[in-house]
């Protein structure tokens, strides 16, 4: 199905509204793309609220990450090119700040991944029918080296390429689909796990 720029900014700014609504988009915080039929990338603004997007939020880059208007992309822009250079079938990708991920990223300090096992709500990751499975969702060391970061990624993604997510220590967490829609289950998915698993801890006395 073909997605012109136009379409896509709209997608962009409704998934905003909603991100921001649950509370996944604080401040200025979070990044979102969505992949068009030409190749070039509509990506939200530096700096823009993501609850209050407007068409001139969103610019087009090109698969490079390189600006295809005068304006700046997100500082995070490299982190979505190499997923969609990575993830042929990726068109869309979502990176949302979440208070349960950067709580629980910080607390599993020298955790290089978070487990998640046994959740009904494991099927709403592609290729997962039960509950009766482990996944297993990268975390990465939070840095302002974000070309750095994205070699890192872009390797992981090579031996895991049905991989949904990511996670950045203290900071966030990054979901792609096949649209935006898939791309936004994946991030609420995986934010409904992670509370699930940040309130466990709690429970059980981990986090006071
Ligand atoms: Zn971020």
Redesign the pocket.
């Known amino acids: 199905m073909s997605l012109g720029f136009e379409e896509a900014r709209q997608q962009i700014i409704y998934s905003g509204r909603r991100l921001d609504a649950l509370g996944l988009a604080a401040a200025t ?3 979102f793309s969505v992949r068009l039929t030409d190749g070039s990338i509509a990506m939200t603004v530096s700096g823009r609220h993501k609850g209050r997007l407007g068409p001139d939020d969103i610019m087009r880059v090109d698969p490079e990450g390189r600006a295809l208007e005068d304006k700046r992309p997100s500082a ?1 822009t490299a982190l979505h090119t190499v997923i969609y250079s990575r993830i042929p079938q990726a068109r869309a990708v979502l ?1 949302v ?1 979440s208070v349960a991920g950067v709580v629980l990223t910080r607390h599993l300090a020298s955790a290089g991944e978070l487990t998640l096992d046994g959740y009904e709500m494991l099927k709403a990751f592609p290729g997962i029918t039960t509950h009766d499975t482990t996944a297993r969702i990268p975390i990465y060391d939070n840095t302002q080296d974000v070309p750095a970061l994205a070699g890192r990624v872009a390797a992981w993604l090579c031996s895991n390429p049905a991989a949904p997510a990511f996670l950045i220590r203290g ?2 967490a990054y979901g792609w689909g096949v649209n935006l829609e898939e791309a936004e289950r994946i991030i609420e998915a995986l934010e409904h796990l992670m509370r699930c698993e940040f309130e466990a801890l709690r429970l059980r006395g981990g986090i006071a």
Request: glycine share 24%; aromatic share 0%.
């Open positions: 915080s979070g990044n995070e990176h700040h900071h966030g």
